[in-house]
């Protein structure tokens, strides 16, 4: 499982502009002056619409399959938050909290993309959840 959501890439050749949106999150919408740039600014936009998303209540829609689209990542931090909210199924905060043998707070920072998870927390929440905690180091140029 991972967090990565298709962009569509155009260069706009009247401002020498690449424009990248979203299909997924019709809001997330932004621009580069390079393509590394657009990039960069993407992966940004991605995690700053997931996080609004959480603020206003609103779905955090998984990401679909699109041939012909750029993947992009949201931060580190965005995407464990979201594995874990997506792995979580039927168990509640409560019932994780009482298996990790922590409390309530504890557990609910673990599903929130601006809280800096430490590795022990996520591989014991993997765990948890029947899940094991993997992690990979990808070339930015695969993206």
Request: no cysteine.
């Amino acid at each position: 499982m991972n967090v990565l959501y298709p962009a569509i890439i155009n260069f706009n050749r009247s401002d020498k502009r690449y424009n990248v949106r979203f299909p997924d999150l019709p809001e997330a919408i932004t621009e580069g002056e390079t393509l590394e740039e657009a990039l960069a600014n993407a992966s940004e936009v991605l995690t700053l619409t997931l996080e609004g998303r959480i603020d206003e209540g609103m779905e955090i829609p998984r990401p679909s399959h699109r041939k012909k689209a750029r993947l992009i990542a949201p931060s580190a931090r965005a995407q464990a938050a979201f594995l874990l909210r997506w792995a979580k199924g039927k168990y509640t905060t409560a019932q994780i909290a009482r298996s990790l043998k922590t409390s309530w707070p504890a557990v609910a920072r673990l599903e929130d993309p601006r809280h800096w998870p430490n590795l022990r927390q996520l591989e014991k929440a993997a765990a948890t959840l029947g899940h094991k905690l993997v992690i990979s180091l990808e070339p930015l140029s695969k993206y």
